[in-house]
């Protein structure tokens, strides 16, 4: 489907002749951003599914869903050594020339890729929605999911949605290829917080034909079958629908929570230690009752509370039972070592992490937050623009 921002609606179901589509309820298209079987497509699009299939290829084992950015990605088991994309590795321009991959409209026009081309039309979405591009190439239901790529082939976006007739009804003006595709900047994001290996390419190059860049983009996207119906959970990684993050038992009454940090009151910080000996510092003392552990700084924090758990690519938690039935999953995003320019329109002079943290919770407008270690600033931003690398920066993105 294509179906957030006023859309057309539902996706139709493809393939309703074949006996893998008899139990698909809807449809969607996806795309594959590595080696391993990992492809993208949009959460919406897997919202309402006991399970998903890719005809000719089987069944997705495994979901990564993050509804608020309307990201997800599924681990098909018949998809290692297939043909994968790579992301655009710089910012997109106004006016680039763009090509849409997808499978729309499969039961009444062919179950084959359609390819469409357009322009950006705009380098914000909705009510200036800096996650996402407007697009003039055409999209459909079942388009949702489907790479958006520059002329070189790299993924600039993921087409998202169309304004449709729903806006059309209410204000009497009839869009004409008025469409949303999510930044590629997102994705990557998303994808470096839930440890998916991807790749990039770097800006310019030879342009290539539509052709050209049809044959070399379509083996890669593939259609995406939705079938049952269940309601679904906020960011999960998943053999079958359950809550995320997937804890593991540890000694002494703790559980381990891979790529995410434990957000609570530091009363003890080691550095330069690995993870058991983290674990083990904390286990031998009674007034800890939660670690983060920074793998790619190796540092260790040892709390005496935990209230809330935010997905950290380079970190991992470690929560004592008594706490884990009360713990929160935030729907931040952090990133050790990254910053993003533009969008700052707050500073906190001597804050800390937890603070800065809590300073974008709780501000309706913060989008994001950067918080500099060695000035113990916060920075508060109501947009998500390009994300660098930065050293001594913790970057928080919702």
Same mark, same amino acid.
């Given at each position: 489907?294509?179906?957030?921002?006023?859309?057309?609606?539902?996706?139709?179901?493809?393939?309703?002749?074949?006996?893998?589509?008899?139990?698909?309820?809807?449809?969607?298209?996806?795309?594959?951003?590595?080696?391993?079987?990992?492809?993208?497509?949009?959460?919406?699009?897997?919202?309402?599914?006991?399970?998903?299939?890719?005809?000719?290829?089987?069944?997705?084992?495994?979901?990564?869903?993050?509804?608020?950015?309307?990201?997800?990605?599924?681990?098909?088991s018949g998809g290692s050594g297939k043909p994968f994309l790579r992301l655009h590795d710089g910012a997109p321009r106004l006016g680039e020339d763009i090509t849409?991959?997808?499978?729309?409209?499969?039961d009444l026009l062919s179950d084959s890729i359609k390819v469409t081309t357009g322009n950006i039309n705009s380098l914000v979405g909705m009510e200036n929605d800096?996650?996402?591009?407007?697009?003039?190439?055409?999209?459909?239901?079942?388009?949702?999911?489907?790479?958006?790529?520059?002329?070189?082939?790299?993924?600039?976006?993921?087409?998202?949605?169309?304004?449709?007739?729903?806006?059309?009804?209410?204000?009497?003006?009839?869009?004409?290829?008025?469409?949303?595709?999510?930044?590629?900047?997102?994705?990557?994001?998303?994808?470096?917080?839930?440890?998916?290996?991807?790749?990039?390419?770097?800006?310019?190059?030879?342009?290539?034909?539509?052709?050209?860049?049809?044959?070399?983009?379509?083996?890669?996207?593939?259609?995406?079958?939705?079938?049952?119906?269940?309601?679904?959970?906020?960011?999960?990684?998943?053999?079958?629908?359950?809550?995320?993050?997937?804890?593991?038992?540890?000694?002494?009454?703790?559980?381990? #929570? $891979? =790529?995410? /940090? !434990?957000?609570?009151?530091?009363?003890?910080? &080691? @550095?330069?230690?690995?993870?058991?000996?983290?674990?083990?510092?904390?286990?031998?003392?009674?007034?800890?009752?939660?670690?983060?552990?920074?793998?790619?700084?190796?540092?260790?924090?040892?709390?005496?509370?935990?209230?809330?758990? #935010? $997905? =950290?690519? /380079? !970190?991992?938690?470690?929560?004592?039972?008594? &706490? @884990?039935?009360?713990?929160?999953?935030?729907?931040?995003?952090?990133?050790?070592?990254?910053?993003?320019?533009?969008?700052?329109?707050?500073?906190?002079?001597?804050?800390?992490f937890i603070a800065c943290y809590l300073e974008c919770e709780v501000d309706g407008q913060c989008r994001a937050f950067a918080f500099v270690r060695r000035k113990?600033?916060?920075?508060?931003?109501?947009?998500?623009?390009?994300?660098?690398?930065?050293?001594?920066?913790?970057?928080?993105?919702?």
């Open positions: 489907m294509c179906g957030r921002f006023l859309s057309v609606g539902v996706a139709v179901s493809l393939w309703a002749g074949t006996a893998i589509a008899q139990s698909a309820s809807s449809s969607g298209t996806a795309f594959f951003i590595n080696a391993d079987g990992w492809a993208v497509t949009n959460a919406h699009v897997l919202e309402g599914c006991t399970s998903a299939s890719v005809p000719s290829l089987g069944a997705a084992t495994e979901w990564i869903v993050d509804k608020q950015n309307d990201l997800a990605v599924v681990k098909v849409a991959f997808g499978y729309p409209l499969g800096t996650r996402y591009l407007q697009i003039s190439a055409p999209l459909q239901p079942g388009n949702s999911g489907g790479p958006v790529v520059d002329r070189n082939g790299s993924v600039v976006g993921v087409a998202t949605a169309v304004l449709g007739s729903i806006f059309a009804g209410n204000t009497g003006i009839l869009p004409q290829n008025v469409n949303f595709a999510l930044r590629s900047n997102a994705l990557e994001a998303f994808l470096q917080s839930r440890s998916i290996h991807y790749e990039t390419h770097p800006a310019g190059g030879k342009a290539l034909s539509t052709a050209d860049i049809a044959e070399r983009i379509a083996p890669a996207v593939i259609p995406l079958l939705c079938h049952g119906k269940a309601e679904m959970t906020a960011d999960r990684a998943t053999p079958a629908p359950a809550q995320v993050p997937q804890p593991t038992s540890i000694g002494r009454s703790f559980q381990r #929570v $891979a =790529n995410y /940090d !434990a957000i609570g009151f530091d009363y003890r910080t &080691l @550095s330069s230690v690995s993870e058991r000996q983290c674990r083990d510092a904390c286990e031998a003392e009674a007034s800890c009752r939660a670690i983060t552990y920074n793998k790619k700084e190796r540092f260790c924090f040892l709390k005496n509370d935990a209230k809330l758990l #935010v $997905a =950290n690519a /380079d !970190a991992s938690a470690y929560v004592a039972d008594e &706490l @884990s039935n009360d713990i929160l999953v935030s729907t931040f995003v952090i990133s050790s070592g990254r910053d993003m320019a533009g969008g700052d329109y707050r500073r906190v002079r001597n804050s800390n113990n600033e916060c920075w508060l931003k109501n947009r998500v623009g390009q994300v660098t690398s930065k050293t001594g920066v913790e970057l928080g993105i919702r």
